[in-house]
Each structure stands twice: as structure tokens, then as C-alpha cells.
């Protein structure tokens, strides 16, 4: 089944779609410039035998609009087209919601966008409307507005992920008060509401939504983000089920003047997000704390996963070239469904954010889509555009460096001191990465003098960041050309981040420096950069003294926003009295997804499509985990096990894959390897001991 509905200043679906009264999905995707998205829906399990019933809510204001279009694919291998809206409009019915829905111009939205608030009267609800057998003879006639789209400017094309449809969420807990009703779904959601209720009489109650309880244990239904989820709904007497249609993000209900008593049975959440399986990724640990941080970051990804990457649904529900960096690769942990992540990064190139470097993560994020499906048909469509996003006028030959403001991070007192001046350390940290980039994606597809330029140029921006920024007897990079002496955290974690090092001894320098601070200094969003940085000095001890700070005197901890923050989705910020409008469901705090993966474990592709990846151990003082990710050749499984200067490592490589296995030396004491039973002469890396391994399973001891 194919459906299209014009999306619009919400910034969210404006379909829910039903057949046989059942949920189909909602949708469609937000259009990208000219293209129109539409979702297609396989429907066979609902379909029954006799009459069947298609039908939808579609809430646009504007662009009223809408198409499906129902095809049967026969065992023979023909097909038919049997439902078309278009063409069939005499078969449809309509009714104007409006006074159904309490549609009275208020808006549960922000600044950024206007959301109707759903102030339902069931009293005119026509219940049972998507069902077979319904008497829709007072209805109107559906009529056809003509061509759906203007062909001369826009194109129809299939939505290039999944689609997103309705989870039900049961609510884990109600509190009575004398006057009202708190309940807690125990997890945010982002969607829609269900309530069941038998009500004595017609009356009016209160529905609050809210991401925080306030300090009396009601809901805060005034979001730090600007919205005022606050509607009141008529009810009918007798028995009725409500549910809402808009999308909210809340964990928290209130409902005012109910009947009688709710239980958990008759309040549930429908959550919106695309599909999610819970098995296909998994990570345990010696450290509560630190499984505690994984499920965290897990669930965020499985609450925030709809048609889009956005910094969050609550306020903006913008998408942001850094955000989606940090999304990307933390879905990367869990999920070997990479459509999503590609489908918003093709977005933000044709609609780019205002920070410099954020144009310069679209080249990083395609590289990383590369190797990660080892599909390289969006490097080919895109790589005129990609190299657009370079700057390429704004190298100063004479100096090496590049020249451009940049964000570095969000909120500004979350900077550090970061001192400003035209030559920055966190933009040509990220310049020369994307530069490095850049010159692979063009080796892959050919463009091997493009590669030769943009390889030269990364070169010559990192030697002259260690000549020109770098203090040796501080091991510090200082912020930028023209600041001698200003040495914030960032400017530090991002040149390790982008390896501008030149030998292992100044990256140990690099991290010595980061250790001594003891903390996070940056935001949760540049906490990313700050943990991958350590990772790539093999600093893994320093990560994970941050990873795990339990100070309660430091807001700036993953503790904190566990214990105290009570989030179950990452916030927006470490803290509110850091960034007052901070939302409760922002991803861009999820590095720790992808540390564990890549740092901790060190699982990362080699070459593109896993063909080749490696195992990389950074285990610190954690002296047990094991760890499951799904990838394109089938799920790597990794376990090691610290004990009395021996380390046990059991290591599962898909069909078709190699892979390095990298063994820490100071874990152990006499150096000798073992693999499935054998004695073998690995080769020495650095602090590391290497092997390569075939696919199949493998336990190897280092003694």
C-alpha cells in the first residue's frame, strides 16, 4: 500500500493510517526540498476475507491532500491495482475533525513550529469511524483536488528508510492524589497518548504531558523547550477509548477531574518510532554504572528513530549535521539497518545548518556510511555536492592552516574559555579529518587526483597545527593562532579526536593533559569528541575515568544524568542550570553508544562493508564485558575476561570477514599468546600484541 499526504509546519506526520481498525503507520517522511516522500506499507496480515476497510485521520491544515493507492501482487505474478483514492473518490467518505479533535488555534509547539493541541471531545467522536460495518451515510463525499504534486517542481519518490509506526507503551505506575492522577510510562516516549476510561457522566478533564515530575511530584507540563502540553478533553458517559494522534515527547501524564481511580491498565503510550529489535545488540560489564550508560544510549536510539535524525522532537525538531555524526554512529552500535542514518545525511546536504564544521561532518558521515554498508552509490551522487562543503578557498597556504568560525560547542558556557580567533584549533582539527576523508571518498570512486589534493592538504594542516598551535611543554594545543596561552579542553580533545599527533608520545601527552583535569569540560554533545579523542591516544583508562566520574559535586557526569536527572533518553545538556531549555530526549548525548563499541572494544571497520575490521581492547580497569554488534556480514560478538595478569578474549567474525585482533601487553605478564589451543607468535604494535583471525569463532589467552 502506498500513501502520500502533504507534510507541513509541524514538522511531524499528518496521516495516522488504518485498515480494518487496525494501525497501519503514520506518515509521510518530510519532504527534502522537491522531493515528496511516500510510505509504502506491506498490509497482507491485515487483509480478511469479504469487505475491508481503508482509512485515515489526515490532520494538515494546509495542503489538505491526500493519496494511497492498495496493489495485490497474485502467486502468479501479476498484480492489480484495486484501491486507488484518486481514481476511485466515490468510494470514499469524509468528515471535518475539527470539532472532534478541539482544534481552537492553540498550540502545543514551540517557537519552531506550530502543533495543534488535541483537545478531543468524545461526546462528537465518531468512534468505531475505521471499522467495517460503521454508518457513514451523514458523511461527505471525498472529492479530488486534481494533481497531488506540481510535476514541473516536484517529484513523488519512495521513502528511503522505514517507516515509522505505532508501539504501545503500558504505564508502569499511577499515583492518586486528591486532585488528580500522575502516571509514569517508566521510559519517555515520543508519540501519542491512549486512555481508557467508563465515566459516569459527560465532563470535562485535564491531560498534562511532561518530560520532569516538578518538586511536588506533579508533572512539569511546561517543557523546558517551550511547549505547553496542556489540553482538556470532553468526555462521553459511558465507556470510551481516546487516543491522541500528534507527537509529544513525555514520560509523564497528569489527568485532572477524572471519574474515579485510573490503574495501569487503562493508560497507555503510543510510542512513534521506526522498528527496533532489542536482541539484535547487546553489552554487559563488571561496572553497573557503565551498563547502565549502554541501555541509555540504546533506548535513545530506539525512542528517537522516526522519518528524520532531529536534535530532538521536542523543541526544534531540526536536523543538524553534528548531531546526526554522533546518531549515526551510535544506531551503528545497535542496528545494521543503516537507512536511517543515510537518509538524513542525504537530507543535510541539500539542507545544510549554519555552523561551519557541520558542513564539514557531511563529509565524514559519508565516509562513514561507506564503511560501514560498503555501498558507495551515495559517495557517487553526491560528491560534487560533498566537495562543496570543504571551504576550499580558505586555506592559507603561507600558514598551512584554514581559516572559519565554528561552533565548537553548544551551549557557549559549555566553551571552556575557548577563545576565538581566525585560525582555530577545533575547526582545522576537523578540516584536516575531513580532508583525510575526503581523499578516501574519492580514491573509492576514482577521483584519484581530487584524492592526491585533499590528502596533501590534510597532511600540511596537521603539520602545521603541531608546529604553529601546539605547546610540546604543555602538551596542550592552545585554542587558536592568535591566543597563546588559552588551552581549553576542547582544543586538546579535538585534535586527539582528529589524530593531530605525530608519534604515540605526544598523544600520551595529549591524554595526560585531559587526565589531569579530571572531568568533562565540554558539553554532552562535545563529550563525544573528548572520549573518541582519548581512545584514539589509547588512552582507554582516561576515558573511562570520565565515562564513570561519579562525583555528585560535578553536574558534568553520565551519573548525574542517570541519578539525578532521572533520563531515560539522553538530555540535551549535563544540567538545566547549564542550558535552561535543555530537552530530555536529545541523541547528540549518546556517545557513549558508540565509545563502547569502537573504544572500549575497539570494533571498527577496516576496509568498507566489515570485509576487513578490527578488535581493539581498551578494557582499563573494567575487568570484565562482553558485547554484541549487529553489522552488514552478520553480528561480531567479543567477550575478555581480566584475571591475575591473564586475559582471556573469546571473539566471534562473521562468514566472509578478517579480522585484527589487537591485545593490550600491559595486561598481562609473560606475553605469550595462545589461540584455540595453540601457541602463536603474534606481532607486536606498540602496547599492543596483533593477530589476524578468519571467520568463525576464537578464544584466545595472553599470559
Not at 485521520?57 to 492489480?80: P, R
Not at 486532585?179 to 521510559?187: A, K, N, P, Q
Not at 571552556?416 to 570512486?445: C, H, L, P, R, W
Amino acid at each position: 500500500m502506498h500513501v502520500f499526504a502533504h507534510t507541513e509546519a509541524s514538522k511531524q506526520h499528518v496521516y495516522n493510517l488504518y485498515l480494518n481498525g487496525k494501525a497501519v503507520g503514520i506518515g509521510p517522511a518530510r519532504s527534502n526540498g522537491t522531493s515528496q516522500y511516500y510510505n509504502t506499507y506491506d498490509v497482507t496480515d491485515l487483509i480478511r476475507k469479504g469487505d475491508n476497510v481503508i482509512s485515515a485521520i489526515n490532520y494538515a491544515t494546509a495542503g489538505k491532500s491526500f493519496l494511497v493507492q492498495m496493489t495485490v501482487y497474485y502467486t502468479d505474478g501479476t498484480k492489480k491495482v484495486v484501491v486507488n483514492s484518486g481514481r476511485d473518490a466515490g468510494n470514499w467518505k469524509t468528515l471535518d475533525g475539527t470539532s472532534a479533535f478541539g482544534d481552537n488555534g492553540t498550540s502545543v509547539g514551540t517557537g519552531y513550529y506550530k502543533q495543534a493541541a488535541e483537545n478531543i471531545d468524545a461526546t462528537k467522536y465518531p468512534f468505531g469511524w475505521n471499522t467495517i460495518g460503521f454508518n457513514d451515510s451523514a458523511w461527505q463525499n471525498a472529492s479530488v483536488t486534481g494533481t497531488i504534486i506540481d510535476q514541473s517542481k516536484e517529484n513523488l519518490t519512495p521513502y528511503t528508510s522505514e517507516n515509522t509506526t505505532l508501539h504501545s507503551v503500558r504505564a508502569q505506575k499511577v499515583t492518586h492524589k486528591s486532585d488528580r492522577e500522575v502516571i509514569d510510562l517508566g521510559s519517555e516516549i515520543i508519540g501519542g497518548l491512549q486512555l481508557s476510561i467508563n465515566s459516569p457522566d459527560s465532563r470535562k478533564i485535564t491531560v498534562r504531558y511532561g518530560e520532569q515530575l516538578d518538586r511536588s511530584g506533579n508533572v512539569k507540563y511546561k517543557l523546558n523547550a517551550g511547549n505547553d502540553y496542556e489540553e482538556t478533553w470532553t468526555l462521553k458517559k459511558g465507556h470510551q477509548t481516546i487516543e491522541t494522534t500528534g507527537m509529544k515527547n513525555f514520560r509523564y501524564v497528569e489527568i485532572l477531574n477524572a471519574p474515579d481511580e485510573l490503574n495501569v491498565n487503562q493508560v497507555q503510550g503510543s510510542a512513534m518510532r521506526q522498528d527496533f529489535d532489542d536482541h539484535a545488540s547487546s553489552f554487559t560489564s563488571s561496572n553497573p554504572l557503565l551498563n547502565r550508560i549502554y541501555n541509555l544510549t540504546k533506548y535513545t536510539v530506539k525512542a528517537t528513530n522516526q522519518d528524520l535524525y532531529t536534535d530532538s522532537q521536542a523543541r526544534e525538531r531540526r536536523a543538524y549535521e553534528g548531531d546526526a555524526l554522533i546518531n549515526a554512529l551510535s544506531s551503528y552500535a545497535f542496528e545494521a539497518d543503516y537507512s536511517l542514518a543515510r537518509h538524513s545525511h542525504e537530507y543535510l546536504i541539500d539542507n545544510p545548518t549554519w555552523p561551519a564544521e557541520y558542513k564539514l561532518f557531511s563529509v565524514e558521515v559519508a565516509w562513514n556510511d561507506y564503511l560501514y554498508t560498503g555501498n558507495k552509490a551515495s559517495l557517487v551522487a553526491n560528491y560534487n555536492k560533498l566537495k562543496e562543503k570543504l571551504f576550499l578557498n580558505n586555506y592559507n597556504p603561507e600558514l598551512g592552516l584554514v581559516k572559519g568560525d565554528c561552533l565548537v560547542d553548544w551551549p557557549t558556557v559549555e566553551r571552556d574559555g575557548y577563545q576565538f580567533s581566525d585560525y582555530n584549533t577545533v575547526f582545522n582539527s576537523i578540516s584536516a579529518g575531513a580532508y583525510e576523508d575526503m581523499a578516501k571518498i574519492a580514491q573509492a570512486i576514482g577521483k584519484h587526483e581530487d584524492s592526491q589534493l585533499y590528502s596533501d592538504r590534510a597532511k600540511a594542516i596537521k603539520e602545521a597545527m603541531i608546529k604553529k598551535l601546539y605547546d610540546p611543554e604543555k602538551g596542550a594545543f592552545h585554542d587558536s593562532l592568535s591566543t597563546s596561552g588559552t588551552l581549553s579542553q576542547h582544543a586538546t580533545a579535538f585534535a586527539l579526536a582528529y589524530d593531530v599527533f605525530d608519534n604515540q608520545s605526544m598523544a600520551d601527552k595529549l591524554a595526560e593533559t585531559i587526565k589531569s583535569q579530571g572531568k568533562f569540560k565540554t558539553s554532552i554533545y562535545g563529550a563525544y569528541f573528548v572520549l573518541r579523542g582519548l581512545y584514539h591516544a589509547n588512552a582507554g583508562e582516561v576515558a573511562e575515568q570520565l565515562l564513570l566520574n561519579t562525583d555528585s559535586s560535578d553536574k558534568r557526569t553520565y551519573a548525574h544524568v542517570l541519578n539525578d536527572l532521572n533520563a531515560t533518553i539522553t538530555p540535551e545538556a549535563w544540567d538545566e542550570t547549564l542550558k535552561g531549555n535543555l530537552t530530555f530526549s536529545h541523541p547528540w548525548g549518546s556517545a557513549p553508544a558508540s565509545q563502547i563499541v569502537e573504544g572500549l572494544f575497539g570494533i571498527q571497520p577496516l576496509t568498507p562493508g566489515f570485509d576487513t575490521f578490527q578488535v581493539k581492547l581498551q578494557p582499563g580497569n573494567i575487568d570484565r564485558a562482553a558485547i554484541k554488534v549487529p553489522t552488514i556480514k552478520g553480528n561480531i560478538t567479543a567477550s575478555y575476561l581480566l584475571k591475575r595478569n591473564r586475559l582471556k578474549v573469546t571473539v566471534q567474525i562473521p562468514e566472509n570477514s578478517k579480522a585484527w585482533i589487537y591485545l593490550p601487553l600491559s595486561k598481562a605478564q609473560k606475553k605469550q599468546l595462545i589461540v584455540d589451543g595453540h601457541s602463536v607468535k603474534g606481532t607486536q604494535d606498540g602496547s599492543y600484541l596483533k593477530i589476524d583471525l578468519g571467520s568463525g569463532g576464537h578464544v584466545l589467552y595472553l599470559n
